[in-house]
């Protein structure tokens, strides 16, 4: 399957082929399949953001921060993994750059 440029927001959850239609943070190279299950994690990370709100407006005394946030944090991870394995040499090195890539995992295309 022929793969195609995407455009990456995370914060937006957005994954665009035009580059033009709103702001971005990553470009990958991926097949439309690919570029779905980013759509598709991005969902989850939207849940899980949803889930852990509760957690933060009525928290309960002995739960420690990280542990309401930990479900949200693991979904944001495998986000960011996705696109790192799919993303080019130049945005892999824009990651590391930026500091997201410390917990990713080791990956050589």
């Known amino acids: 399957m022929d793969k195609h440029k995407y455009y990456v927001s995370v914060h937006g959850r957005s994954i665009l082929l035009d580059r033009g239609t709103t702001s971005y943070e990553w470009e990958i190279e991926a097949t439309p399949e690919q570029a779905q299950e980013i759509s ?11 889930d852990a709100f509760l957690g ?45 890539s410390a917990f990713l995992h080791s990956y050589d295309g």
């Open 40 to 50: 598709w994690l991005m969902g989850i990370v939207q849940e899980k953001e949803e």
């Open 56 to 100: 933060y407006i009525f928290p309960w005394p002995d739960t420690p921060e990280r542990v309401v946030n930990v479900a949200y944090q693991n979904a944001l991870d495998d986000v960011y993994q996705k696109i790192y394995e799919l993303s080019s040499d130049t945005t892999r090195m824009q990651m590391k750059g930026s500091g997201v």
